[in-house]
């Protein structure tokens, strides 16, 4: 793997659309907000593209990530926004990365974050996103922080509220949107848990729904080597850590043999935490310490 640089001031910071369309407004305030930091960033006016529920059609989406990827100077990439399209570009993507950079995301990036480790180990973060959460000026500079302070998660841990199942673990960190997830099962870009730390978080999914994916991880087999497991939000009608849920990991997990930590702030919230994806963490007690991120 190539060595990943952190962000300096005067940084290129590249923007990708490879899922849905976006508020543009939101976008450009976000990108004044990084450039206000020190950040200069770079992105293609096909970015505003639109076609259906995807930001433009799969040769322009994955033509847009490509040139990131593979561009010299741009030394992080960032994404406008989530929804639906990334598996898409998945078999689109270059073979090879010569200039590995800072890649963050969450929701549907999921699935291409998992790909970018599993094919060149290639640590990533599971973040916010441009237009979403960028356009706060205040969290903004944290998110900045994260990407050029090596030490940043050595100086802090994540909290849960509770334990669903007591314990002390450590493993690789892998997971994100609990639907994405369970959505990669029997394809060639499926998750790989073993010796993990597995996180999970989703928005907007019914307690049934919860339910039956959580199976589907634990009838595939997907959980038998798994560590520990970390879980984010799950916002329901307006709830970010709905109990209701909860009941449903409490009954699902309830035979899991390593700790199962509930309440993490990271997933689909105003301010989420990042989580280093492929990097190193351990469960003590209610609190989550990442040992190794991505520098």
Known sequence: MGKIRPLKKGSLIGIAAPASPFDRRKFRQAIQNLCHLGFRTTFQNGIFSKKQYLAGDDKRRSREINRLLNNPRVEAILFARGGYGSVRLLPLLPKKISNFKVIMGLSDLTILLGYLWKRYRLPTLYGPLVAPHLKDHRYADKVLRVLSEPDFFKRQSLAGTLLIRPGR???????????????????????????????????????????????????????????????????????????????????????????????????????????????????????????????
């Not at 960190?173 to 994405?180: A, D, I, N, T």
């Not at 009954?251 to 990271?266: E, M, T």
């Open 169 to 295: 673990s450590r493993g690789r960190l892998v997971g994100g949107c609990l639907s994405l997830v369970v959505s990669s099962l029997a394809t060639p870009y499926e998750v790989d848990t073993c010796n993990t730390l597995l996180f999970l978080e989703d928005t907007e999914e019914e307690p049934y729904a919860v339910d039956r994916m959580v199976t589907q991880l634990i009838q595939a087999g997907k959980l038998r080597m798994v560590k520990g497991i970390i879980l984010g939000s799950f916002c329901w009608k307006k709830r970010p850590f709905p109990k209701e849920i909860l009941e449903v990991f409490r009954d699902r997990l309830g035979n899991f043999q390593g700790p199962v930590l509930w309440g993490v702030p990271f997933g689909h919230l105003r301010h989420p935490s990042i989580i280093p994806y492929g990097g190193v963490g351990r469960i003590e007690g209610r609190k989550l310490f990442i040992e190794k991120g991505i520098f």
